[in-house]
Nanobody, 115 residues
Framework: QVQLVESGGGLVQAGGSLELSCRSSGSDFRIMRMAWYRQAPGKQREMVATITNGGSTNYVDSVKGRFTISRDNGKNTVYLQMNSLISEDTAVYYC?????????WGQGTQVTVSS
């Protein structure tokens, strides 16, 4: 069983930065695909960024050039560096993991961007 614990959320002014972290339990982290999703109030959950076990990344268009996903296999941790935050980035951010399908999900961390 894999457990994912997110941290790093909070309140930030527009234009500011935050870094989210997600630590995974278990021994298979290095071979898992990892992802960050978010869900804003009244909206569907959307993929923000993904990173494969080989380090290939993918982003939703709205965050390209502002957000960076990375992973540290030695620490079983995936990160989401968020820069130039805007009010539309306000959401609960979830970490997800899996071999092919994203099977495991964290509890989420709130990010609020004030304008």
């Amino acid at each position: 069983q894999v457990q994912l614990v997110e941290s790093g959320g909070g309140l930030v002014q527009a234009g500011g930065s935050l870094e989210l972290s997600c630590r995974s339990s278990g021994s298979d982290f290095r071979i898992m695909r990892m992802a960050w999703y978010r869900q804003a109030p009244g909206k569907q959950r959307e993929m923000v960024a993904t990173i494969t076990n080989g380090g290939s990344t993918n982003y939703v268009d709205s965050v390209k050039g502002r957000f960076t996903i990375s992973r540290d296999n030695g620490k079983n941790t995936v990160y989401l560096q968020m820069n130039s935050l805007i009010s539309e980035d306000t959401a609960v951010y979830y970490c997800a993991a899996g071999m092919v399908k994203l099977t495991y999900w964290g509890q989420g961390t709130q990010v609020t961007v004030s304008s």
